[in-house]
């Protein structure tokens, strides 16, 4: 679940570092790609917000801040 997508989300990060440091020419890509992995980690939360919301009106069940 959420685990999953911010260590992706946090290799990215190291990748992107890496990439900065290694090839100085290549910063904005290496920005880009920091961008992109927090910009999708994003979504996986909105994602997950939206099915609890819908298992919640379909059940009546609240399962925010519990494993699913």
């Known amino acids: 679940g959420d685990q999953l997508i911010?260590?992706?989300?946090s290799a990215a990060d190291r990748a992107a570092r890496s990439l900065a440091v290694e090839h100085?020419?290549?910063v904005d890509a290496a920005f880009g790609l920091s961008r992109v992995a927090h910009e999708l980690e994003r979504i996986a939360?909105?994602?997950?917000?939206?099915?609890e919301d819908v298992l919640y009106l379909?059940?009546?069940?609240?399962?925010?801040?519990?494993?699913l």
């Open 6 to 9: 911010d260590s992706l989300e």
């Open 24 to 26: 100085p020419e290549q």
């Open 58 to 67: 379909h059940t009546g069940d609240i399962v925010r801040h519990q494993r």
């Open 45 to 51: 939360d909105l994602a997950k917000n939206l099915a």
